[in-house]
Nanobody, 118 residues
Framework: QVQLVESGGGLVQAGGSLRLSCAAE????????ISWYRQAPGKEREFVAD?????????NYSGSVKGRFTISRDNAKNTVVLQMNSLKPEDTATYYC??????????WGQGTQVTVSS
């Protein structure tokens, strides 16, 4: 059993920054990797970034956020951070943390709202 708790969303002006956190609790040893997704009103949920829990720490970004967002991990704190810089109005969405785990379906957090004003 794994639970994800997200935090850090809010309202920011274009060009500003936000730092989202995803804290994992429970059977964290069963996690393969953690991803961030986002969903804007009227649009499908889309992939943002992911990071593995291997020693190599493989990282992937979507083309729309590469160079602006940075995903990182702190295994000691069981936390993944998404640092978002140079935010644009089109980044406005609900952001969700997702964990791929062994022996169960993917785990989703409750979501945190990010709003970027012009």
């Amino acid at each position: 059993q794994v639970q994800l708790v997200e935090s850090g969303g809010g309202l920011v002006q274009a060009g500003g920054s936000l730092r989202l956190s995803c804290a994992a609790e429970g059977r964290t040893y069963s996690i393969y990797y953690i991803s961030w997704y986002r969903q804007a009103p009227g649009k499908e949920r889309e992939f943002v970034a992911d990071i593995s829990w291997s020693r190599r720490g493989s990282i992937n970004y979507s083309g729309s956020v590469k160079g602006r967002f940075t995903i990182s991990r702190d295994n000691a704190k069981n936390t993944v951070v998404l640092q978002m810089n140079s935010l644009k109005p089109e980044d406005t969405a609900t952001y969700y943390c997702n964990a791929v785990v062994s022996g169960a379906n993917d785990i989703w957090g409750q979501g945190t709202q990010v709003t970027v004003s012009s």
